[in-house]
């Protein structure tokens, strides 16, 4: 088990509501650098969700969730959290938590594909039914 293990997903309708969560481990405190959400879908590339840099709290998200999506951390639990509401089929895929701890977070990382964050979280499925 690596360092980020993702919770949360599930099958909801369209129009509701998930929260999901990445949960730290095995030493790895994210105290520094940045932490993200990026979501694969069938037959396309991974690709970024949302993210915040850890120390200073900004967020960026894609186009796609904003404004009906947050993300934030938990310092006591050492908890990365990611809420998408409104959702629709569009959002159906595997979820997986990423981190990068040397440098705080840029919108050009979240509108790619990962290549930039360093761990990987195994993923949590969310399907989302019209």
């Known amino acids: 088990q690596g360092p980020l293990v993702e919770s949360g997903g599930g099958s909801v309708q369209t129009g509701g509501s998930l929260r999901l969560s990445c949960a730290t481990s095995?030493?790895?405190?994210?105290?520094?650098?940045?932490l993200a959400w990026f979501r694969k879908a069938p037959g396309t590339a991974r690709w970024g969700v949302a993210a915040?840099?850890?120390?200073?709290?900004?967020?960026y998200y894609a186009d796609s969730v904003k404004g009906r999506s947050t993300i934030s951390l938990d310092n006591s639990k050492n908890t990365l959290d990611l809420q998408i509401n409104n959702l629709n089929p569009g959002d159906t895929g595997m979820y997986y938590c990423?981190?990068?701890?040397?440098?705080?977070?840029?919108?050009?990382?979240?509108?790619?594909?990962?290549?930039?964050?360093?761990?990987w979280g195994q993923g949590t499925q969310v399907t989302v039914s019209s």
């Open positions: 990423a981190a990068r701890p040397d440098f705080g977070c840029s919108q050009s990382w979240v509108d790619g594909t990962g290549t930039e964050f360093f761990y």
């Open positions: 095995g030493g790895y405190t994210p105290k520094s650098g940045c």
């Open positions: 915040i840099t850890t120390d200073s709290g900004a967020t």
